[in-house]
């Protein structure tokens, strides 16, 4: 069965510094991999996604994220903080193959909150 | 500019009333989703439907119905309220056939139950 793991429910960095949210995930076949990021009170917005191909992504707002099969991780990384990023954010990953009527599924972590410090 | 709307932000309501929650989505999507969102537990499948009149259950349908009767629309009912109900509600859909998209959300609709 395919899983998703955030490591850390929070997590907190100071304005310009790298942030770092961690996802690892498990998965019988190749896996399709996302970010969300939901701002108080507002739904989940795509941050990025990995399909097939480079396993360097890049995605709104400054952050990229890199596929790595051997660590089974998809962990999503921005250089230098910035206030407005303070929001949570979910990794979430759907299967790789069809079966009939939930191609559409996907399994999400349990999400991580970042805050921002000045 | 696509878009899934949520028919309130905010809603209260008393145990054992009956709840509706209403989507709509502008994309002509086949898939759509209820999710709820508690502190912790992320984001868990309620009900998902990949064509009008077709249900399928998630992860939590218990306490929970669901209703398609339009592509655009997809209902989430609460038969009778209970305040373990009280959540945040997420609706989202996607289309079918093309596996690498994304599911697009509404802005969610915040459920507390007296």
């Known amino acids: 069965a395919q899983s998703v793991t955030q490591l850390g429910s929070h997590v907190s960095v100071s304005e310009g510094a790298l942030v770092l949210l961690r996802c690892n995930y498990s998965s019988s076949v190749p896996p399709y991999l996302f970010w969300y990021v939901q701002y108080p009170n507002q739904g989940l917005q795509l941050l990025l996604k990995?399909?097939?191909?480079?396993?360097l992504v890049k995605g709104i707002n400054g952050f990229e994220a890199e596929f790595k099969k051997s660590e089974t991780s998809f962990h999503l990384t921005k250089p230098s903080a910035h206030m407005s990023d303070a929001a949570e954010y979910f990794c979430?990953?759907?299967?790789?193959?069809?079966?009939?009527?939930?191609?559409?599924?996907?399994?999400f972590g349990k999400g991580t909150k970042l805050s921002v410090k000045p | 500019d696509v878009k899934v709307t949520q028919s309130s932000r905010y809603l209260v309501k008393r145990t054992g009333e009956k709840v509706f929650l209403e989507c709509v989505q502008d994309?002509?999507?086949?898939?759509m989703f209820w999710y709820r969102q508690d502190p912790g537990l992320g984001l868990r499948l309620i009900y998902f439907?990949?064509?009008?009149?077709?249900?399928e259950k998630g992860d939590i349908p218990e306490g929970y119905s669901v209703s398609r009767e339009k592509k655009e629309r997809f209902s989430l009912i609460l038969e009778s309220a209970s305040t373990n109900q009280t959540s945040m509600y997420l609706c989202?859909?996607?289309?079918?056939?093309?596996?690498?998209?994304?599911?697009?959300f509404g802005p969610g609709t915040r459920l507390t139950v007296l």
């Open positions: 989202a859909s996607s289309p079918a056939g093309d596996i690498y998209n994304e599911q697009f």
């Open positions: 979430a990953v759907r299967l790789g193959v069809n079966y009939g009527g939930s191609q559409g599924n996907l399994i």
């Open positions: 990995y399909t097939t191909g480079a396993t």
């Open positions: 439907s990949y064509d009008v009149k077709m249900k």
């Open positions: 994309m002509d999507h086949e898939n």
